[in-house]
């Protein structure tokens, strides 16, 4: 993924890493993570959406892979986050 988006600005995917870094003072993959579980929390208000679907739709495989990301990012698996969703709608 990295080589792709580098190759979109013609550059070495060393180099826009490097570049990313600096600015932005996160690394590219960390960047995407969390772009993909903000998507998946924006998701989750949707109470009709199933879970996996979510995972699905934000680029993971898994089920166990999404969870395990989604908690090191929020601190809370994603039922858990859902259910906070719950709590606050009522």
């Given at each position: 993924?990295?080589?792709d988006?580098a190759?979109?600005?013609c550059?070495h995917?060393?180099?826009?890493s490097?570049l990313f870094?600096k600015?932005?003072n996160?690394?590219?993959?960390e960047y995407?993570l969390?772009?993909?579980i903000?998507?998946a929390?924006?998701?989750?208000?949707?109470?009709?959406?199933k879970?996996?679907?979510?995972?699905l739709?934000v680029g993971y495989?898994?089920a166990?892979?999404f969870?395990?990301?989604?908690k090191?990012?929020?601190?809370?698996?994603?039922?858990?986050?859902?259910?906070g969703?719950?709590?606050?709608l009522n």
């Amino acid at each position: 993924m990295l080589a792709d988006i580098a190759a979109r600005f013609c550059l070495h995917p060393n180099y826009f890493s490097s570049l990313f870094k600096k600015q932005l003072n996160i690394t590219v993959r960390e960047y995407i993570l969390r772009l993909r579980i903000q998507k998946a929390k924006e998701l989750m208000a949707d109470p009709d959406l199933k879970l996996i679907d979510i995972a699905l739709s934000v680029g993971y495989q898994d089920a166990a892979h999404f969870n395990r990301a989604f908690k090191n990012v929020t601190g809370l698996s994603p039922s858990q986050y859902r259910e906070g969703i719950k709590l606050n709608l009522n």
